[in-house]
């Protein structure tokens, strides 16, 4: 592939001649240990209230979750964010776009081998585009016969904390 050079006025006189000159291509700077330190534990994870409250959401009321059960929770998450989101990333630069949408992140999903959820937030994806609430009468599982969310259901909840 051919070098590209900025384009400089020429410096001869001439009226409206352009030299092209070959500049010196410095190496991208790498990042320091002591800027990967500045950024904080917050700046890079999810608030920890918001994951927080996603958990609480899945065990009984009377259930307590440690705080270290939080952190791990929100470190995994955000870190599984910027795992589909540069898969993503990569697709749309491939493709020659600069942004990332909802079809994106299911093809990323589907890619990296999580077509269960990608099968399901394909129809959150299509309520949210039909300008409707994403939960609204949404079966939790659309591929899943009745007998098969029963059985599983059952499986759930014998491992759930009992009040």
Not at 16 to 38: L, N
Not at 67 to 87: H, M, N
Not at 138 to 159: G, K, M
Request: glycine fraction near 6%; charge should be negative.
């Amino acid at each position: 592939m051919a070098e590209l050079y900025p384009l400089r006025p020429s410096t001869d006189g001439a009226l409206g001649s352009i030299t092209v000159e070959p500049q010196d291509a410095s190496a991208p700077v790498p990042i320091t240990d002591q800027e990967v330190g500045e950024y904080r534990e917050q700046d890079r994870y999810l608030p920890i209230a918001n994951v927080a409250r996603i958990m609480k959401g899945a065990v009984p009321p009377s259930a307590k979750i440690a705080k270290d059960a939080k952190e791990t929770v929100q470190e995994c998450v955000s870190e599984f964010i910027a795992f589909l989101t540069s898969e993503a990333a990569e697709r749309c630069q491939l493709e020659k776009r600069k942004t990332i949408g909802g079809e994106d992140i299911l093809h990323a999903m589907t890619a990296l081998g999580f077509n269960n959820y990608a099968e399901t937030l394909e129809i959150h994806l299509a309520k949210l585009r039909q300008g409707g609430s994403s939960t609204a009468t949404i079966p939790p599982y659309p591929n899943c016969r009745d007998d098969e969310i029963s059985r599983a259901s059952s499986e759930f909840n014998q491992c759930r904390i009992s009040p």
